[in-house]
């Protein structure tokens, strides 16, 4: 497909154990955004990538949680040592170009539950 | 920061109504403004955008007006359908940055 895909949909995990969340964004995006959404509330920022160079982790919330995009396309968000507070829908999102002006386009997201 | 306060739902309408969800921001420079839907078991889509003070965004019969003199960017449509349920999302760009959304608000349409 043409769109941003992201894997697992879902994921349930024990606390404690680490986890990987994988997003393919659209072909020749530059950009690519991750979020995360807590139940009835938008999406929160994380960490974005022009290209394969890491622009701003400034919303992880702690070192557990890391990002990478080794070859400025595929990013895979890594939770180690997952807590309950970790449960949520995690969102990659991609984007063209790095303009203000340029629409970014979401992932169906992957909901990660911590027991 | 930046920051986007939407009017909180739910709003309940019923069909052929006429629909506002008002959308204030906060931001620094010239951001562009954005409406995300999000229908039930789907994720976020770009339902309209504008780029500039005084830009009308529309799309699927909604519209929204970038207004920088009242900071504002209120999403409307004339009448509106069972399909047209879903959370909307006002949010921001005000450069090379994340988007900065609001916290969504929930429209359900009733027959």
């Known amino acids: 497909g043409a769109g941003v895909s992201q894997s697992p949909r879902y994921k349930v995990t024990k606390r404690g154990q680490d986890v990987a969340l994988r997003c393919d964004p659209i072909?020749?995006?530059?950009?690519l955004y991750w979020y995360r959404q807590a139940l009835g509330q938008g999406p929160e920022f994380l960490t974005y990538?022009?290209?394969?160079?890491?622009?701003?982790k400034s919303g992880l919330p702690n070192d557990r949680f890391s990002a990478e995009r080794p070859e400025g396309s595929i990013s895979t968000l890594t939770i180690q040592r997952t807590e309950q507070r970790d449960s949520a829908m995690y969102r990659c999102?991609?984007?063209?170009?790095?303009?203000?002006?340029?629409?970014?386009?979401f992932g169906p997201g992957t909901r990660l539950t911590v027991l | 920061g930046d920051s986007v306060t939407q009017m909180e739902g739910p709003v309940t309408l019923s069909e052929e109504a006429f629909l506002t969800i008002n959308c204030t921001y906060t931001a620094t420079g010239y951001p562009s403004l954005f409406w995300y839907v999000q229908y039930p078991g789907e994720g976020l889509q770009l339902l309209l955008k504008a780029t500039k003070a005084d830009d009308k965004g529309s799309n699927k019969g909604f519209e929204a007006t970038y207004r920088k003199e009242t900071t504002s960017f209120h999403l409307e449509k004339g009448s509106v359908q069972v399909s047209d349920s879903a959370v909307y999302f006002c949010a921001l760009n005000s450069g090379n940055t994340p988007l900065v959304f609001g916290k969504g608000t929930r429209l359900s349409v009733i027959a």
């Open positions: 999102a991609s984007s063209q170009g790095v303009e203000n002006t340029d629409t970014q386009y």
């Open positions: 990538f022009n290209y394969e160079a890491q622009q701003d």
């Open positions: 072909s020749g995006h530059v950009s």
